[in-house]
């Protein structure tokens, strides 16, 4: 594999690399993480992505890059509107898979000595694990299409957050153009009992502070300071986004064919953005994104009343207030700037986050200035960060960063690593009291299994995609 | 990249994100009873499923690999829309039509989860099309799979 260094944290595979490659790779790492990206498939994946028609610029991806199916994860890339493609596997089973943050009037002092009690209510009152089910009582069909349509303010209008929290989710919770008649009769009855739900492999709640804060100004408009206790939300569409991923990559590998699209690995079966099958995969995927915004901001409601049940205060006194909900595994149709034009292009970003800047139409008028906070969760024994999207990111990277911390280690790997430790009194000794439901899914999500967070944050800062706001460090979690 | 040899019939592949698993049998119907088998291994104790309850499955797909996606995503979707754990498979036929599309019919043996007895040890999300290989080998068939978890 011929990686050129174009910056200490840039590196690209050329167009030469591989037959069929309409543009070049471009991966944002640095020496130490690129150690990590040559042991698995990420590359190859990059430079699959970079044969789709109509791709523009760079097959990109962000420095948590790991091996993934179809498009890598960590992967982001656009294509043109008229001669490009949408792919169902570049968005990925779990569509709209997101972090939600929420902030507290209290500090770490304030909440520790009620921390296990804190983590006991949160995870029995969120149903996760695998199969979890149960949320919300005797939701019917009616109401699951039209929370499809609506996203996040269908459960807002239903008693579940307020308001201000839509104006702190990317999008408003809801992306327009969803469509339930596009979505399968499996898809709607896998969706009916799962609103409300954490689910299980990487998904969590997590209970932490913040441990430091580095731009000060832009911390106190997210609510955000020194010792402040938060909390994070890490979960998807549930059953309803794997089966409408899983329908239409059947569909779309017909697509496929019939427009003469060759495929180096079928995971990245597409069509053409406007072509009635790629449309139509859009309407569905958009259905899906709005259940997901519904279950987080669902949780957030039950984690919001249980928190200030366990803390004997009423929800004002607590101020759990949204910080900002980030979807990392989409596509969407934005507007960018390519050869000096702005068009709009379909971007899709499988394990990536939207990082838009300071000034951008798409922020609410509270974070106009500041830019779009950029949620990066990173293990549960280290840290995660929030930081804002800059101009750069949205010249270089259609307005991406990194989602996560990436993972290094397979989960067959962790298992047996495992074997003989007590995983629970390993994280309290951490400092971290952890509750799951399977210990085989808490030895796959152990610290070790991941890159150290601080790492990948730190390449985003270096390459000027983003900025570093806060870093928060974990106290309690819930696993699924 | 073998990490573990938990079952004879199928063997876990290091994939960083997910979970990769390579099959070996001496027949395609071996082939597509061990995946069978190791999509159910891995995710319930397969030991407390009972065979109470029988299935007829037919499935038609334009190659090998395709069918065979279709075969465990089928079985799954038993799984994840019915409530079902499936224990026992009989291929009954893996053939070739006349329009060179491959036939599939089985019969597959199971129960509805029962939380007293069964146990769920992991979600599987979907069955990927990402590297799956069906390969001829000199003493049988191979092939690779990658769940989504």
Redesign the interface.
Known sequence: MELVKITDYLWEIPQSAKDGMLVPGRIYTSEQLLKSVGQ???PEQVMNVACLPGIVKYSLAMPDI?????FP?GGVAAFRIEDGIISP?GV???INCGVRLMRTNLTLDEVRPHLTKVISALYNAIPSG??SAGAIAKLSSADEERLLVEGASWAVKKGYGTKQDLLHTEDGGCLPGADPAKVSP?AI??GLPQVGTL???NHFIEVCYVETVYRPDIASKFGLRQNTVCLQIHSGSR?LG??V??DY?HKL?RASERYGIKLA???L?CAPVGSDEGRDYLAAMNCAANYAWVNRQVMMHIARETFAGVMGMPLSELGMELVYDVCHNIAKIEEHTVDGKKVKVCVHRKGATRAFPAGHPALPADYKETGQPVLVPGDMGRNSFVCVGTERAMAETFGSAAHGAG???????MI?SSRGRNLFKEMEARGVLVMAK?R??LAEEMPDAYKDVNNVVDVMEQAGITKMVVRLKPIGVIKG | MVTAKPQRRYEFLAHTADIGIRVRARSLKGLFTNAAFALFDISTVLGRVRPARSLRIELTALDIEELLQGWLGRLLSEWTLNGLLLSNFQLLSIKKGLNNKIHLTARVWGEVFDKTRHKIKKEIKAVTFHDLKVTKKKEGFEASVVFDV
């Open positions: 698995d498939k990420s790991h091996w993934g199916y179809g994860i596997g990925g089973y779990d695998v199969g499996e009855k896998r689910g299980s492999g059953g794997y089966q991923c899983d990559i590998l690995d079928r995971q079966a993972r290094v280690a397979s989960r067959s790997q047996k399977s085989d899914g």
